[in-house]
């Protein structure tokens, strides 16, 4: 049996000064911390949002409890991180299109994002981040897992690494969302959030190692939703390297899992998180409000 023990996995959390305006309890030692002192509806000072981005790129996700935003504060929210995205395929609210729901009904078996993956990855300019508001939450499950990938890099081999540096991955948004994508059946099954395949999908190559533009630090970038070959490489011949990492992008020292509550927000870092919407709550309702952050061409 070949079992690769992970050992001395080096947690994220280097920067020991204090916040000033929050206060920041770290989840687990992977990622992810609890953030509290910040009403996200009110209008929050530069100096606050400025520790908020702090804590974002330390723990690369962060959550709140006990929030109450309008579709239009969750939107002015999210817009001082950056320009929001306006999904290309689900629909945002009529009255506020930069707020995308995301609901299970009690009738559903589907969910949206109910494998790992990191946000809209087709895109050329692929998020920043997703700042998702729970406005009902199930009694029990729904939770949502969320996976490091600064640590799935810098656990790589060398050899993994020398193998793989300075390629590209192909991202396609036909496996989702295409007229072969796994939403095509289940729209004609009714689920409320698959929708309607497309003839025309988007398609971009990014670097399977990318660069935090911010943090300078390297992740692993890619996601069984959205990558469809590494390139120069056919499918079938990326499918043995793509099916290891992905396995080894959500080793569970490098996850993290987060149980909503109504009122709760999880803003997570997709440029360097994968996540992982849990489907294990059939019969109970679940909605929430997804407004996202774009970000830059990643390299
Ligand atoms: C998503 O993938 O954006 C949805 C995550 C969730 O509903 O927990």
């Known amino acids: ?23 920041v309890k770290p989840l687990t030692g992977g990622l992810g911390a609890e953030l509290f002192g910040a009403d996200l509806g009110s209008a929050l000072g530069d100096d606050v949002i400025a520790e908020i981005r702090r804590a974002l790129l330390q723990y690369q996700v962060i959550f709140f409890r006990d929030q109450e935003m309008t579709p239009e504060q969750h939107r002015d929210f999210g817009k001082r991180f950056g320009d929001l995205h306006i999904h290309e395929y689900v629909k945002g609210l009529d ?31 692929p998020p920043l981040g997703s700042i998702l508001y729970a406005l009902e939450a199930p009694e029990v499950g729904g ?23 300075g390629r590209k991955a192909v991202h396609s ?18 689920a409320s959030m698959a929708t309607k395949p497309v003839e025309v999908v988007l398609e971009s190559q990014h670097p399977i190692f990318r660069t935090h533009p911010e943090t300078g ?12 070959n590494l390139a120069g490489l056919s499918a079938i011949e990326s499918a043995p390297i793509l099916q290891r990492l992905y396995q080894h992008a959500t080793t569970p020292e490098f996850c993290c899992r987060f149980r909503w509550r109504k ?37």
């Open 143 to 165: 939770d949502t897992m969320f996976a490091n990938q600064y640590l799935a890099y810098e656990t790589l081999s060398d050899g993994m690494k020398e193998l793989l540096e």
């Open 217 to 228: 630090r390297k992740s692993l970038y890619v996601n069984g939703n959205f990558v469809v």
């Open 1 to 23: 049996m070949n079992i690769a023990y992970r050992e001395n996995i080096s947690m994220t959390h280097q920067d020991a000064s204090p916040y000033q305006h929050l206060e």
């Open 173 to 190: 948004a036909e496996p989702i969302y295409g007229k072969t994508g796994a939403f095509s059946s289940r729209y004609k099954q009714g």
């Open 263 to 299: 009122g709760s927000v999880a803003f997570w870092d997709n440029r360097c998180v994968q996540h992982y919407a849990v489907n294990d709550y059939t019969g109970q309702r679940r909605v929430m409000h997804r407004v996202t952050v774009m970000g830059d061409q990643p390299y």
């Open 95 to 125: 009255a506020v299109p930069e707020v995308m729901p995301v609901i299970k009904t009690e009738a559903d078996t589907f969910n949206f994002g109910g494998t790992w993956h990191s946000d809209v990855t087709y895109h050329t300019t």
